[in-house]
């Protein structure tokens, strides 16, 4: 029986990419080697690292006026890196709580410097993404929002209505699901495990007027560092990379991001359409207007069924819904590689399901 | 043609490994998905990770004393989060200085905390490795080495010989090449891409009494919460620690650490006596009491000869040969991946092309 997955990240790549990966597995280009096997400073790496940033840039259209770094460590670094480079004396951080990882994104800041949390969704138990009514101040350091809420279900549906002057955004499980506005934004990160590759980098864009040396920020902490070592100040994570250009010229050649935002809410209307026609059977848990096209999330009209759920549905051969912990109930987690059958088996299960527990 | 690498790192891993690689690439234990599609907080990937641990625990005797994390960044991160971690008040850091990456090293804490060069090789030109005579201080934070030096082909010979109640020593390049006593350390750090692994994953050996929460250090950068959550705080470089796990498999298949010793001894003379029985046509960087297992430098007695060394090293299928731009020349890599074949089609090269040149 072929399985399908709805894993929340680390998680399934596009089957084309994991083709040619293998394809190439021992001799890259003729070498005798894999990619990972060789230096970082060779050409046959610095090729695939240019073209990574250069495919960036085009996806995303991303202007001048901005660098892409990929770095390690994940969004959690981030949540360091942010505030050690960016709270100067006498500002503020601001930040946006719309689930558990602005949470802690927020909680990290606190560590480093003066930070507030200026906006709330909690009130709604993260169900509700909040009015986003904040006026910007001049002493605020920056904005920090997360784009989509992985835990919760809920995506600002908007990527292009907040004006802030030093706007940051987390968007590790959102990028390159839709088009938006870079221009609008002063950092973008995202740790590649959802939509742009394996785990173990993270996709930068920074506005190059934040790329600013600090005598007591640690050089492999800087953004102004990487930035003038191209990414190259440290031994990068070759094949971590390797894939995410593969990844990310997958995206190119399927029609790029507004494609990819096209199949997404294709994809995600199946599902809860599933949710919406059952007529309390299932709930989502996210409120509709905050729903997120990448994790879909639900729970059970009667949740003496949960156990039951998880385990027809692996006996259909589908897995990774379980919810997270905080929220329970399931989540169905649809990156940009999930393809479109595989949501389609999802609703049809779930209609059978109901149909046999629903009297 | 064969081709033969000797890259400084990232570079070539054992046969075995990448062939065990290729064979589960689509289908990780009857999953249909390669184990960097699985989620990390998955059975799947949570029995690789602890293997790792147990694997790096019984090849290197790691007694209970002490912990075993595999976090993000390299070496370069662990130059900032040692200091960040480790001076307290009132304690100054001491670094001994026999290269370029332990100046780097120093040079990270000077920014962080009180930080002081005990002892340096400089005046030998890093040729040889200091005398070792530095006796602890009740205000020391703690006393840094690094036990091989890439750059340069030196190599502390013996690890068990430094005494210091804090013993802290970066072994990127030379962990599991030989045996030595763990105990004596408090923290032994490694990035993987020479002996371990791919790039992208750093292993970190630490005493517990070392794991203590600091208020003001970030939680992605304080071992005491990396231990705590057993190297699962955020998402690991799930495909590099597969990896590392598989290498550690293949150097306790091939008979251990103490093997890895014998042969990386018989590999280095191979090219030793090369340059040794070549009456000054090659001439060894490093002092002969000072020769690095790991790294090989040397240089040419007619510099005029290095750009004609490199074509025909190439012409005859051998790669990587080019000495690092601090010390010019030449450097062959021969870390625990590298084939004793290899060192022999190197040497024999090398008496070759003094042959033809060495009138």
Redesign the interface.
Known sequence: M??I?F???????PKEV?EQ??EE??DFQG????I?????R?KHYEDIHEQAKSRMRLLLDIPDTHDVLFL??????Q??MIP?NLISQGKTAKYVLTGSWSEKAFK?AK??GSSEAVITGKDSEYRTLPKMDYVPSDSDAYLHITSNNTIYGTQWQDLNTFTHPTLIADMSSDIMSKPFSVSNYALIYA?A?KNLG????TAIIIRKDLLQDH???????SYAVHAKNKSL????????IY?LNLVLDWVDRSGGVAEMEVRNKKKADVIYNAIDRSNGFYNGYATPESRSLMNVTFTLGNSDLEKQFIKESEENGIY?LKGHRSVGGFRASIYNAVPQESCESLAEFMDHFQEKYGK
Request: aromatic fraction near 8%; charge should be neutral; avoid cysteine.
């Open positions: 072929k399985r997955y894993q929340a990240g680390p998680t399934t790549l994991m990966a293998k597995w021992d070498t005798g080697l894999n990972m096997e060789h230096s970082h060779g390690q460590g994940g969004a959690s670094l949540f360091a050690m990290e560590r480093i740790g495990q394996p785990s173990g980098v005598e007591n920020v640690p050089s492999i902490l100040y440290n031994t990068p994570p070759v094949y971590s894939l990774g």
